[in-house]
């Protein structure tokens, strides 16, 4: 069973920082996407910021140039660095992997897919509040 645990989380004003991290338990040897996906009270789940084995990235549109995804050397460990954050930010935030190669990969990209909630494993989330 593969463990997702975020920490980080709390509360900033618009135009600060926040950076969360996400301690994950599988070794990831081989093809395996991470993330973070968010869901705030009332609206859809939302994609956020996703990286490969390969470590490619993509964000979400309306967070590119804001946060960035990292992972640590050993790769179990997965970083969001959010910058400039404004109250639309504000919502809980969840790590997310898929591993082996998943069954998405042929037909969405990873930010579709986490908004779509079909990556295989994620954690309980921490909450995220900007304020004004």
């Known amino acids: 069973q593969v463990q997702l645990v975020e920490s980080g989380g709390g509360s900033a004003q618009a135009g600060g920082s926040l950076r969360l991290s996400c301690a994950i338990s599988k070794n990831t040897d081989g093809t395996y996407f991470m993330g973070w996906f968010r869901q705030a009270a009332g609206k859809e789940r939302e994609g956020v910021a996703a990286i490969d084995s390969d470590g490619r990235t993509s964000y979400l549109d309306s967070v590119k140039g804001r946060f960035t995804i990292s992972q640590d050397s050993a790769k179990n460990t997965l970083f969001l660095q959010m910058d400039n954050l404004k109250p639309e930010d504000t919502a809980m935030y969840y790590c997310?992997?898929?591993?082996?190669?998943?069954?998405?990969?042929?037909?969405?990209?990873?930010?579709?897919?986490?908004?779509?909630?079909?990556?295989?494993?994620w954690g309980q989330g921490t909450q995220v509040t900007v304020s004004s």
């Open positions: 997310a992997a898929d591993f082996a190669p998943p069954l998405w990969m042929s037909r969405l990209t990873a930010i579709q897919a986490l908004s779509s909630g079909l990556f295989a494993f």
